[in-house]
T-cell receptor, first 110, second 108 residues
């Protein structure tokens, strides 16, 4: 079992570029979510999904898109990167209420 | 709403002392209260949790208490050790909203 796998680990983008952060889990969890972590701000929920074909917004959804075509995958898309999106991003999947996190993606937008 | 407030934001203790971190929530429907630990450069991991039908739960040196009337729950770490140094997050299970975290530093 690999658990939750996120790619890439590091990424530098130029302002205005788009990209997709990948997240895959092999635990057959229905619930998946994306967080961003900034100093002093904790883990803020961006988007979440309760199952394939169902997504919803969290606390800070602006500038991000998600889709959930399969149970395993939950990619996060940055439509037009901005410096304010510089952060560490975590994907998580949940069994019941316990969340399992990916290793994180450190994104820098210049 | 879904918010959970966590205090303090930083906490420094001497090795062997106790540490207490408190979270308050507003959603009366919350029924599950986990605590996560994040070591530097690593992902958060669940360390203990409590359900709403229980007032206290212990696991060796860590414990969590819940006061549903006052809508707060706390993490207690006794006999702290340097390896307890990390950021601790509380959360409540609706959509797993997290508190802002507490940076705990344990000095030898």
């Amino acid at each position: 079992n690999a658990g939750v796998t996120q790619t890439p680990k590091f990424q530098v983008l130029k302002t205005g570029q788009s990209m997709t952060l990948q997240c895959a889990q092999d635990m057959n969890h229905e619930y998946m979510s994306w967080y961003r972590q900034d100093p002093g701000m904790g883990l803020r929920l961006i988007h979440y999904s309760v199952g394939a074909g169902i997504t919803d917004q969290g606390e800070v959804p602006n500038g991000y898109n998600v889709s959930r075509s399969t149970t395993e995958d939950f990619p996060l898309r940055l439509l037009s990167a901005a410096p304010s999106q510089t952060s560490v991003y975590f994907c998580a999947s949940s069994r019941g209420a316990e969340a399992f996190f990916g290793q994180g993606t450190r994104l820098t937008v210049v | 709403g879904e918010n959970v407030e966590q205090h303090p934001s930083t906490l420094s203790v001497q090795e062997g002392d106790s540490a207490v971190i408190k979270c308050t929530y507003s959603d009366s429907a919350s029924n599950y209260f986990p605590w996560y630990k994040q070591e530097l450069g690593k992902r958060p991991q669940l360390i203990i949790d409590i359900r709403s039908n229980v007032g206290e739960k212990k696991d060796q040196r860590i414990a969590v208490t819940l006061n549903k009337t006052a809508k707060h729950f706390s993490l207690h770490i006794t006999e702290t050790q340097p390896e307890d140094s990390a950021v601790y997050f509380c959360a409540h299970y609706r959509r797993l909203y997290f508190g802002r975290g507490t940076q705990l530093t344990v000095w030898p």
